[in-house]
């Protein structure tokens, strides 16, 4: 004859609960930093998007010609000219207070500033955003014998007063635009 046990064991011992809470924190913790990761990938997007754009436009607005645009008399010509976008006069925005841990929504006068000034600025890239912004943006164009370009975004994500900075140089060569095949990024997790 069989004897029945009124009670079975059941539930679980206490080290298996201590197991499952140790898996559980690791687990946790391993979200917390891919979480983190994934967010701090997802702004920096935003720099090397802009950033790459704005090399970008600073090639294609070397390729446009520009010329004079006076009236040519019969028979005579005027020379094409390639030219690299001078320096804009300021950043956007212009103090890297106003991105220290926030985000910034910039107006269009700001980036047409050198508007009325030809093949100056961001005018001349026929650059904007109009979506706020995480990042601080600059670009410097140097004329003459060697022509050169830098286009850089800066960035406090934290606000805790260390600064981010990712940019992209370019350079006329034989009246080719050669612009570096890769971020130079200072300080990218800040």
Same mark, same amino acid.
């Given at each position: 004859?069989?004897?029945?046990? @009124?009670? &079975?064991?059941?539930?679980? %011992?206490?080290? !298996?609960?201590? *197991?499952?809470? =140790?898996?559980? #924190?690791?687990?946790? /913790?391993?979200?917390?930093?891919?979480?983190?990761?994934?967010?701090?990938?997802?702004?920096?997007?935003?720099?090397?998007?802009?950033?790459?754009?704005?090399?970008?436009?600073?090639?294609?607005?070397?390729?446009?010609?520009?010329?004079?645009?006076?009236?040519?008399?019969?028979?005579?010509?005027?020379?094409?000219?390639?030219?690299?976008?001078?320096?804009?006069?300021?950043?956007?925005?212009?103090?890297?207070?106003?991105? @220290?841990? &926030?985000?910034?929504?910039? %107006?269009?006068? !700001?980036?047409? *500033?050198?508007? =009325?000034?030809? #093949?100056?600025?961001? /005018?001349?890239?026929?650059?904007?955003?109009?979506?706020?912004?995480?990042?601080?943006?600059?670009?410097?164009?140097?004329?003459?014998?060697?022509?050169?370009?830098?286009?850089?975004?800066?960035?406090?994500?934290?606000?805790?007063?260390?600064?981010?900075?990712?940019?992209?140089?370019?350079?006329?060569?034989?009246?080719?635009?050669?612009?570096?095949?890769?971020?130079?990024?200072?300080?990218?997790?800040?």
């Amino acid at each position: 004859m069989r004897v029945f046990k @009124k009670y &079975q064991s059941r539930g679980f %011992t206490l080290i !298996e609960l201590m *197991i499952v809470v =140790a898996i559980v #924190g690791v687990l946790a /913790a391993l979200a917390i930093y891919g979480v983190r990761k994934y967010l701090l990938n997802a702004k920096t997007a935003e720099v090397r998007n802009a950033v790459g754009q704005m090399a970008k436009d600073a090639k294609g607005a070397y390729e446009r010609e520009s010329m004079p645009s006076t009236i040519l008399a019969g028979g005579n010509s005027a020379a094409v000219s390639n030219n690299l976008c001078l320096t804009a006069t300021n950043k956007v925005p212009d103090g890297e207070g106003k991105i @220290k841990g &926030q985000k910034y929504q910039s %107006t269009a006068a !700001e980036w047409s *500033i050198d508007e =009325a000034t030809p #093949g100056k600025g961001f /005018a001349c890239l026929r650059f904007s955003m109009s979506d706020p912004q995480y990042y601080m943006y600059e670009y410097t164009g140097v004329a003459g014998a060697t022509q050169s370009f830098k286009t850089a975004g800066y960035g406090d994500l934290n606000g805790d007063g260390v600064t981010s900075a990712f940019s992209l140089s370019g350079a006329v060569t034989g009246g080719i635009v050669f612009v570096s095949p890769n971020f130079l990024e200072a300080k990218p997790e800040e």
